[in-house]
Nanobody, 124 residues
Framework: QLQLVESGGGLVQPGGSLRLSCAAS????????IGWFRQAPGKEREAVSC????????NYADSVKGRFTISRDNAKNTVYLQMNSLKPEDTAVYYC?????????????????WGKGTLVTVSS
């Protein structure tokens, strides 16, 4: 059964850090680019970061550049999102998604599989 399962969300104070994980199963993980997306209350889902199949190419939304780092371990079928210097505006449900149609980018409408999300709340 194909699955993407996010974990690592929680409540953190502004300026703090969290590491999200996305564990995949049921498909050939290393031929899929993986993206992280987020959706804040009352807002549309937006792209946060994307990593290529090899892990050598990454990209980030301007709002998280320099603070978030995406990585993947194909041996463990897992992608990570290290989030540092968190701000209240980072509060959202974070989703990981996989695409077999693109390698260098993760368009919102081009993702094939989605996880159910993990909530990140940044608040004092």
């Amino acid at each position: 059964q194909l699955q993407l399962v996010e974990s690592g969300g929680g409540l953190v104070q502004p300026g703090g850090s969290l590491r999200l994980s996305c564990a995949a199963s049921g498909f050939t993980f290393d031929v899929y680019a993986i993206g992280w997306f987020r959706q804040a209350p009352g807002k549309e889902r937006e792209a946060v970061s994307c990593i290529s199949t090899s892990g050598f190419i990454t990209n980030y939304a301007d709002s998280v550049k320099g603070r978030f780092t995406i990585s993947r371990d194909n041996a463990k079928n897992t992608v990570y999102l290290q989030m540092n210097s968190l701000k209240p505006e980072d509060t959202a449900v974070y989703y990981c998604a996989a695409t077999g149609r693109y390698n260098l980018r993760c368009p919102l409408g081009g993702m094939d599989y989605w996880g159910k999300g993990t909530l990140v709340t940044v608040s004092s």
